[in-house]
């Protein structure tokens, strides 16, 4: 046989399952998606002053943080789910978010008189935050870890935590909907604790589940 047509038919056999399993992420996506908004919707809904939410800010900008982080998340989860080691290169797009957020924080504690930044942190919302973003993004979370079970991650405990984060993210785009609160200061203390907390979920999970 021929050298370079070995190598080509090499190629296209490590290219063909990659490009099938960018499809099986696709389909995954949209389901965990699907399964998100039906829980949304059944337990939640819009919150009632939505209409006018939409034309402040703060209310924007929390849709900002979170499709960006489920943006950053899905990268690097893709990538962790093969054990190519590509995913170093896609791990930084999860720094995206969080320096948003951390530049949104800054700018509202120069707003801001000192004296209502507890008031802002804390909201009137905290706990609902805890209850429904794992909630909403558990169902996704088992769903990217059937992908990861039917993949061959290299870190299993990153690839799962990574997951755990794309769907909190993902959660947390669809409660931010519902949620009155928008300051900053309670989008990156009490979102960050519900997403982290998945990821702890999607971590340990990945750890037993994705062995190969």
């Not at 829980?39 to 006018?52: E, Q």
């Not at 935050?129 to 405990?157: D, E, Q």
Request: hydrophobic share 60%; net charge positive.
């Amino acid at each position: 046989m021929n050298t370079d047509y070995l190598i080509r038919a090499l190629a296209a056999d490590t290219k063909q399952p990659a490009m099938q399993f960018a499809y099986v992420w696709a389909g995954a996506v949209v389901l965990a998606i699907a399964v998100a908004v039906i829980v949304f919707f059944a337990t939640l809904g819009l919150r009632p002053d939505f209409s006018a939410a939409v034309q402040t800010p703060r209310f924007l900008f929390k849709f900002v943080v979170t499709i960006s982080l489920a943006v950053g998340a899905f990268i690097p989860a893709q990538a962790l789910s093969r054990p190519d080691g590509q995913w170093r290169r896609a791990i930084p797009f999860l720094a995206v978010a969080p320096t948003l957020l951390a530049i949104a924080v800054v700018v509202e504690l120069f707003i801001l008189p000192p004296d209502v930044w507890t008031t802002r942190t804390i909201g009137k919302n905290s706990m609902v935050c805890l209850t429904y973003i794992p909630l909403i993004g558990i169902g996704p979370l088992a769903v990217f870890l059937a992908v990861l079970r039917h993949g061959a991650p290299a870190r299993r405990t990153l690839a799962g935590a990574v997951c755990g984060i794309f769907a909190g993210a993902i959660a947390a785009t669809l409660y931010a909907a519902q949620c009155t609160d928008d300051s900053p200061l309670f989008v990156a203390t009490w979102y960050s604790i519900a997403i982290a907390g998945l990821a702890i979920i999607g971590a340990v999970s990945a750890n037993l589940s994705a062995r190969w």
